[in-house]
């Protein structure tokens, strides 16, 4: 019932910038936490960044700097505006959101019960 759908990936420069965004539907948006996590090829599922009901914003280091994750509850979207994106950043990106309104951790899988279809992001070099 609850579904979230990724839309903004593609193909991009180096140092170039994307804006993907997750739209939120089958409950109410603003009382839940979003995150994104990327999947590198080959590699396990790794946190990126996470905003809480009330706004507050967690990153991991890689992205702390270039990545923005913001919301906009009236739209029932939150963002990821990623900029001076590198080679690195290749991969496919999830947004997830908690079953609850609150969790104690923000960086694991298990944090997240709905997740979106992912979102193509390749950066070339």
């Known amino acids: 019932q609850v579904q979230l759908v990724e839309s903004g990936g593609g193909l991009v420069q180096a140092g170039g910038s994307l804006r993907l965004s997750c739209t939120t539907s089958?409950?109410?948006?603003?009382?839940?936490?979003m995150a994104w996590f990327s999947q590198h090829p080959g590699k396990d599922q790794v946190f990126v960044a996470a905003i809480s009901w009330s706004g507050a914003t967690y990153y991991t280091s890689s992205a702390k700097g270039r990545f923005t994750i913001s919301r906009d509850n009236d739209k029932n979207t939150g963002y990821l505006q990623m900029n001076s994106l590198l080679p690195e950043d290749t991969a496919v990106y999830y947004c997830?959101?908690?079953?609850?309104?609150?969790?104690?951790?923000?960086?694991?899988?298990?944090?997240?019960?709905?997740w979106g279809q992912g979102t193509q992001v390749t950066v070339s070099s």
């Open positions: 089958g409950r109410p948006f603003s009382p839940y936490a």
């Open positions: 997830a959101a908690p079953e609850r309104s609150y969790s104690s951790t923000w960086y694991h899988e298990r944090d997240y019960q709905y």
